[in-house]
């Protein structure tokens, strides 16, 4: 007779769409192709994506991931990461005559047009993002120094004193919650109504739709485990997202993280990954919550993603 206890039933709730963004899918296959096209070494200027498992991974293949470009020999090839670097970056490559291949996504390239465009229009910008994140010192870094002012907060909206309040534009990091962004964006318009705007929004299509997806699942779930690394930007905002949508949120790295003790007393958990956090890591937690739990998958249904960015030129066909 078998008398061991029997499991108990947990549903889980697989927020879609999930994982890999079209620029974090172009900046691997970067890294990828420039390995087997140069040979290894290659450097990687910055972490590729911020992923631990996709930079252990890429390190395994022959990439070397450098902070600053004085780390890298002038005779291998260098990588920035997706997130974009200042002009500075790519001039001293040039200078050194290295070869270079930009990962930046195109989304954040957009956004450093932006900003070069309300810069050539005589405007002050307001740059509402993270202080430190690599992408703000990437956009800040397109302009001279002080020409790009850093906004956080609601309340630094408040306190921005600008020179001159009639040529004011916004722009904004690509990664950023949606609804603070929003009250952040209110903030400013309710002061200087002729402020300029993004033409389209500047916080992505892929952080949007994670957003979205995670309110839906949250909403349903006790508890939500979102796939990523704490340095991940987007990834952190799912959980911040999730939390405010009821749910208890836990950001971990792979299976391994997992502290089933999270789980007691919860009947549904929802599940999604940060858009540089490869969808292998999903079904490690599913397998682990398997291990402890009757498991019954469900995926809600949402529209499928279907942008996708060209490889720089070197390395397309
Ligand atoms: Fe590009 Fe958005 Fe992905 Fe960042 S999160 S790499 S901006 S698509």
Redesign the pocket.
């Known amino acids: 007779m078998n008398d061991a206890p029997s499991k108990l039933e947990l549903t889980v709730l697989l927020a879609t769409p999930r994982g ?5 899918d ?2 691997i296959q970067i890294v990828e192709k420039a390995i087997e096209k140069y040979g290894a070494p290659v450097y990687v200027r910055h972490e590729i ?1 911020h992923n631990r498992h996709v930079v252990e991974r890429l390190k395994a293949l022959g990439a070397v991931f450098v902070e600053e470009l004085e780390e890298c020999p002038a005779d291998r090839p260098v990588v920035f990461s ?2 974009g670097v200042p002009k500075a970056v790519p001039a001293e490559a040039k200078s050194r005559k290295m070869f270079y291949l930009d990962a930046t ?4 390239s957009k956004v450093h047009v932006e900003a070069q465009r309300h810069f050539d229009a005589g405007r002050e910008i307001v740059l509402i993002g993270h202080a430190g994140h690599p ?1 703000v010192v990437g956009t800040m870094g397109q302009l001279p120094e002080g020409a790009v002012a850093l906004i956080e907060t609601v309340a630094d909206a408040q306190a921005y004193i600008p020179r001159d309040p009639a040529t004011l534009a916004f722009v904004t990091q ?2 950023l919650s949606v609804d603070d962004t929003a009250d952040i964006v209110a903030a400013l318009r309710a002061r200087f109504p002729a402020i300029a705007a993004p033409h389209k929004e500047d916080i ?4 949007t739709n994670r957003q979205e997806a995670v309110k839906a699942v949250a909403g349903r779930s006790e508890v939500l485990l979102v796939l990523g690394s704490a340095n991940s930007s ?1 990834s952190v905002r799912l959980a911040e997202v999730g939390r405010r949508a009821g749910a208890r949120a836990y950001l971990i790295d792979d299976a391994e993280g997992l502290d089933v003790a999270w789980l007691e007393g919860a009947r549904t958990v929802g599940v999604t990954a940060g ?2 956090a490869p969808e292998v890591l999903v079904q490690g937690v599913i397998d682990r919550l398997a291990e402890h739990f009757a498991v019954q998958v469900e995926e809600l249904d949402a529209e499928r993603e279907t ?1 996708s960015f060209k490889l720089p030129r070197a390395l397309a066909g």
């Open positions: 890999f963004c079209a620029g974090v172009r900046a994506v997706a997130h996504c195109p989304l954040v992408e690509t990664t992505c299509y892929a952080t987007n858009a540089s942008v």
